[in-house]
């Protein structure tokens, strides 16, 4: 299981999103997602100006996958192309910036 973390910014500074909206983007996000996203579970909460998502994908082993962080991005994008209310209140997501340094990550 990978856990990513992303936020929607509203296309408006300063508004406040509330419980409905936080909803609205949860059943907007499931009804975007694929079998290939491998989204297990969605929580999201809110806070100034925008709504704070964490993504709960399954991991996918096989070297010919695509990353969980471009999962998220991509069901993000599909998200908000295929919402209204997505779309209409939360700006794009941004392009993921291509790294050339490995993450790291802890070993146990």
Known sequence: ????????EF??????ANESDVA????????SALPSDGLQH???RPE?????????????????????LSR??????RSHRTSPRLHRL???PEPLAESTEPVA????
Do not use: H, K, N
């Open 105 to 108: 990550r802890p070993t146990a």
């Open 90 to 92: 939360y700006l794009p």
């Open 42 to 44: 969605v929580s999201a």
């Open 24 to 31: 609205a983007a949860v059943d907007a996000l499931w009804a």
């Open 48 to 68: 100034p100006g925008r709504i704070d998502v964490l993504f709960y994908l399954l991991s996918q082993d096989a070297p010919d996958t695509t990353g969980a």
């Open 1 to 8: 299981m990978e856990i990513i973390y992303a936020s929607l």
């Open 11 to 16: 296309r408006r500074p300063g508004e406040a």
């Open 72 to 77: 998220a991005r991509a069901l993000i994008a």
